[in-house]
Every structure is written in structure tokens, then in C-alpha cells.
């Protein structure tokens, strides 16, 4: 096929030449239009639905603060619950005081059982802050009582008889023979002996934080006061303020009052002047009367 045979394929005449280009301007205009042009769908959305959604959104992110802020809560004593730590554990005013009042007479509550019996908690409450109480060792490790056999010979019978000790002279062996004391506490009774200069009455172990009134029982079965121990007494009328506030039973609070008052009143005759003193402990005045000398 030769280059005219060829050529002949291309001439047009006028008509066709002008549908050719226009048929070209067509096909251009279509593809700036496809590559231009937004063909996006825009749909139509329901005001209600959009709504719905922000708040959800909303809520979802209030949920997810509400799960990060929650704070963590920690194994604790129940016996030592203050208000503010009652009142987060959803505990009433009135349950919170039976508690305190409780913990005022030196009393323990070993179990959750008793410390519904105290706070009268209702089960749904002591159910949900049960996991989270923590009592001492020695009430967790407490075993049962060993339970002989009743022998009618006499002889199996009888009781072993129990050796009293002077509560000054106890070591801390001789402490920890006793059930429910171990090495912490008895190096506690120890220390409280060596802060007061030593042990008036039995009624003061009760002043020993983690002894139970079922210990304090046992303490006194095996411990008694022989003989006052010797000790330098605190002269309440010329002793200073320092002096008074590092007594055991007296606070810096109470010991300024006490000084106030000698020096407005005169000297203290006796130990019924101190409990005219405000925040004075009336009920440990026959053991803090020991501590002082009034000449």
C-alpha cells in the first residue's frame, strides 16, 4: 500500500472535518470534567441521629474518665476508719460513731462479723468493703482452742497451775507465752513499760494498741502489779511545760492548761484540782495520780 493509497483514508470533507473536531472538544471537555469535577455523594443526615451520637460520644469519654479516675483502694485496718475514709467507703454518720464509740472503750473488731455487729452495715455494704479489710497476723493465724478429752482419773483433770508474774519484770519471752502475743506486740508492752518508767496498774495495757480485750484477759490471768516500781514522779507544781507535755498521759494541749491554771489558781493539792482542768482524762486520774507528786 503506497503513501497516497493511504492518504486518501484522511480527507474529509467540510461536515465531516467540523464533526471530527467537534467530536474532540466533546471528548476533552468530558475528561476535565472527570478529573475537576466533585462527584462526592452528599447525603442527608438526620438531625436527631447526629444528636443521639454527640452525646454518646459524650458519655463514652465521661465513662472513660470516670474508670481512670477511679481510685484505688488498699488493704486497711477497719478499726482505724476515720470519717472522710467511712464517708468514701459509703458508710452513714451514724455507723462511722458506733465505730468510733467502739474504739473509744479500747475495744477491737477482729472480724467483718463484728464489725457489722458494731456499724450495723447493711450486708449489701460489709459485702463489697469485706475483701479490703486487713486485721493484724495473729487474729488471721488464730487457731482453735485445743480440746482435751474429759478423763474421770483426777489426776488428768486437774489444771496446770498458773505462775503470776510481775508485769515490770516480764521479758519478752515471758510475753510472747501468752496467746495472741507475739514479738511485735510484746516489744510494744516493753516500750510502753520503758515511756512510763513502768506499770501502776494492769488496767494500762489497754492503752497498748493491738491488744484485744480477749489478750488483755489473758495478760491478766498471768500478770499482775507486785510492788510499784521506782521511778522519778513528775512535781506537777514546778515542773515547765516541756516537762508536762512529754508525760504519757498528758498532750502539750493539756499541759499548757495546766500550767495556765497553776499560774492563775496556785499550786495543785491533789489530783482531784487536775481534773478540774479541761480535757483532763478523768477516767485514768487514779493512775496518773501515781505519776505525780503534789508536796
Not at 141 to 157: Q, T, W
Request: hydrophobic share 40%; net charge positive; aromatic share 14%.
Amino acid at each position: 500500500m503506497s503513501f497516497k493509497t493511504i492518504q486518501t483514508y484522511f480527507k474529509f470533507s467540510k461536515q465531516q472535518g467540523t464533526g471530527i473536531f467537534c467530536l474532540f472538544v466533546i471528548i476533552i471537555s468530558l475528561q476535565l470534567v472527570y478529573y475537576f469535577g466533585d462527584f462526592t455523594r452528599v447525603t442527608k443526615e438526620d438531625p436527631a441521629e447526629q444528636k443521639w451520637l454527640s452525646l454518646q460520644s459524650g458519655l463514652d469519654s465521661m465513662k472513660r474518665n470516670v474508670e481512670i479516675r477511679t481510685p484505688k483502694v488498699y488493704l486497711f485496718n477497719p478499726n482505724f476508719i476515720t470519717d472522710y475514709k467511712g464517708y468514701k467507703l459509703g458508710m452513714s454518720v451514724k455507723e462511722i460513731d458506733r465505730l468510733l464509740a467502739f474504739r473509744k472503750e479500747n475495744k477491737f473488731v477482729n472480724s467483718p462479723e463484728e464489725f457489722q455487729d458494731v456499724t450495723k452495715v447493711s450486708d449489701s455494704l460489709l459485702q463489697e468493703i469485706a475483701p479490703f479489710f486487713k486485721f493484724p497476723d495473729w487474729v488471721n493465724n488464730k487457731k482453735a482452742p485445743n480440746k482435751f478429752k474429759n478423763y474421770s482419773n483426777p489426776a488428768f483433770a486437774k489444771k496446770e497451775k498458773i505462775v503470776v508474774l510481775d508485769i515490770n519484770r516480764a521479758t519478752k519471752e515471758d510475753l510472747i507465752k501468752i496467746y495472741g502475743i507475739g514479738e511485735a506486740i510484746s516489744l510494744r508492752i516493753l516500750k510502753q513499760k520503758e515511756t512510763l518508767g513502768g506499770f501502776v496498774s494492769m488496767e494500762q495495757m489497754q492503752d497498748v494498741w493491738g491488744l484485744s480485750p480477749e489478750v488483755i484477759e489473758n495478760l491478766n490471768a498471768h500478770f499482775k502489779i507486785t510492788t510499784l516500781p521506782e521511778f522519778k514522779k513528775i512535781d506537777i507544781n514546778n515542773a515547765s511545760l516541756k516537762e508536762l507535755s512529754q508525760f504519757y498521759y498528758f498532750r502539750y494541749t493539756l499541759a499548757k492548761e495546766i500550767v495556765t491554771y497553776r499560774s492563775m489558781k496556785g499550786d495543785f493539792n491533789n489530783i482531784e484540782d487536775l481534773t478540774k482542768i479541761k480535757g483532763f482524762p478523768v477516767d485514768k486520774a487514779k493512775i496518773i495520780d501515781l505519776y505525780l507528786d503534789f508536796d
